[in-house]
C-alpha cells in the first residue's frame, strides 16, 4: 500500500517543475489519485511574538479537499517547484513527507504527516519544525 501512495505523490510532484505544461485535466487526475474524497488538511499554527515577549497561538481552521485543490493549482500556475526530501513510513498507515518549495525567489520547507487509507491520503497535518 504505501508503494501505491509514494508513486502517486511522485508523480503528483512531477507536475511541480516550475514550467507549468501539463494539462489541468491531467493535473485533476493526479490529484485525484493522491487524495482521498474526504481529504483534511490541517494546517500548523500560527505563533506570534508579542512585544512583551510572550507568544501568542492562534489555530489556523482545517482545509477542505476543495480548498487544497485550488491552493495547489494556483502554486502550479505560479511555477513553483517542489522536489521530495523524504517520505518515511513512521506508523502502520501513517507517513512523514517533507518537501523543498521554490516560488519564485522563496524557498521554503514544509513537512507533513500523512494518514493513508484506501491507498489515498485521508488526513495531512503540516508540522512546525521551528523552535
Do not use: W
Not at 501539463?22 to 482521498?36: A, K, V
Not at 519564485?104 to 503540516?126: D, F, L, P, Y
Request: hydrophobic share 35%; aromatic share 10%; net charge negative.
Amino acid at each position: 500500500m504505501s508503494y501505491q501512495s509514494e508513486l502517486a505523490l511522485r508523480q503528483y510532484i512531477a507536475a511541480f517543475d516550475g514550467t507549468n505544461d501539463i494539462s489541468p485535466s491531467e493535473f485533476q487526475s493526479r490529484f485525484d489519485n493522491l487524495y482521498h474524497k474526504d481529504f483534511t488538511f490541517l494546517p500548523k499554527d500560527g505563533k506570534k511574538m508579542g512585544k512583551d515577549g510572550f507568544t501568542t497561538i492562534k489555530s489556523k481552521e482545517p482545509l477542505t479537499r476543495e480548498e487544497v485543490f485550488e491552493r495547489e493549482a494556483s502554486k502550479l500556475a505560479n511555477g513553483t517547484k517542489v522536489t521530495l526530501i523524504h517520505f518515511r513510513k513512521i506508523g502502520l498507515d501513517c507517513f512523514d513527507i517533507k518537501l523543498g518549495v521554490v516560488n519564485g525567489e522563496e524557498e521554503t520547507t514544509v513537512r507533513v504527516v500523512t494518514t493513508i487509507s484506501a491507498k489515498q491520503a485521508v488526513v495531512s497535518r503540516e508540522i512546525d519544525e521551528s523552535f
